[in-house]
């Protein structure tokens, strides 16, 4: 067996083409879906992150723009910018690259935003409306994942689901979409004990731990859909550089029904959700602003 390939690079380019539409749509009668991201400091991986986001708003017609600031900079005017933004109605999305510098209060700042500009699904009121069914914005990565399974047509209902990691960012909100979706869902962490006993039971195995190549073929059940979420560029080796996921691809490939690729898969579904999580929140600002 070899794993069916899930293209998140080509299912994310239709749905930027469709959002592309919608923006244009909604310039016609004088809208514009509106993305800010603040960025501080000078992390690489940070500003490689930025680049492609708001490259991928320019391109499906949004306004796009990124507020930088230096690696000094102070909690006290992270927080001003980001009331500056709230207050700001062309602003419909704002998104705080993480991570911050280490004097800034992270969470503090990131709770500032204004729970209808959420479009990262990060706020507390966010996540625990996740945990109802209700949230308003789910956050991009658990909701990429999602897009995939449905656009492959793999069963979720009374499946095994087995999420590997347990964050507030990916782990915790995979698993309560999954539940929300009919499986059965079972989350693994580092205190797991028997973690390969848990995974080989998984019709769906979501693995989001941060290490390279961490799944291996012998943690797999045959013919399972693997979505691999981790990205991690290795540093050891004839292969140091270039970016490695938390599956080890090739081998995996040989068991799974399903799997997806990194790069290639759910990165570029994720920045896809920014987008939907935007027009989202620029579609409910329009409404606010004339009930009619």
């Known amino acids: ?5 899930i293209d998140g690079t080509a299912l994310a380019q239709r749905l930027r083409t469709e ?13 514009r879906p509106g993305l800010t991201v603040v960025i501080a400091g000078d992390n690489p991986a940070s500003q490689v992150y930025v680049r492609n ?10 306004d796009s723009r990124h507020v930088a600031f230096a690696q000094d900079v102070s909690t006290a005017t992270l927080l001003a910018e980001v009331a500056r933004l709230n207050a700001d109605p062309k602003v419909h999305g704002i998104l705080v690259q993480l991570p911050l510098p280490p004097q800034v209060d992270a969470a503090a700042v990131t709770a500032a935003i204004a729970p209808h500009k959420d479009v990262d699904g990060f706020l507390a009121v966010n996540l625990g409306a996740l945990v109802t ?7 991009c990565t658990p909701a990429g994942v999602m897009e995939m399974l449905r656009s492959e047509g793999i069963p979720i209902e009374g499946r095994h689901a087995v999420v590997i990691g347990r964050s507030n960012i990916v782990g915790k909100p995979m698993a309560l979409l999954l539940l929300q979706a009919g499986a059965t869902v079972t989350i693994c962490h580092s205190k797991t004990v028997d973690l390969p006993a ?13 290490r390279a190549n961490f799944v291996t073929a012998d943690m797999v059940k045959p013919g399972a859909c693997v979505i691999d979420v981790g990205i991690n560029r290795l540093t050891e080796g004839e292969k140091a550089g270039k970016l490695a996921g938390d599956v ?35 579609l409910k600002a329009i409404q606010k602003a004339d009930p009619t």
């Not at 067996?1 to 390939?5: G, N, V």
Request: some cysteine.
């Open 1 to 5: 067996m070899t794993a069916k390939i």
């Open 133 to 139: 069914g209700h949230a308003e914005f789910v956050p």
């Open 198 to 210: 848990l995974t080989r039971q998984a019709d769906i195995l979501v693995a989001a731990v941060g």
């Open 248 to 282: 080890d691809f090739a081998a995996v490939r040989e068991v799974a029904g399903w799997i997806t690729p990194v790069p290639g898969g759910v990165g570029p579904m994720t920045i896809a959700m920014l987008l939907a999580n935007t027009l989202k929140a620029t």
């Open 19 to 31: 959002f592309a539409a919608r923006a244009q749509a909604l310039a016609v009668q004088g809208h």
């Open 53 to 62: 986001k708001i490259k991928a708003c320019a391109e499906a017609a949004f």
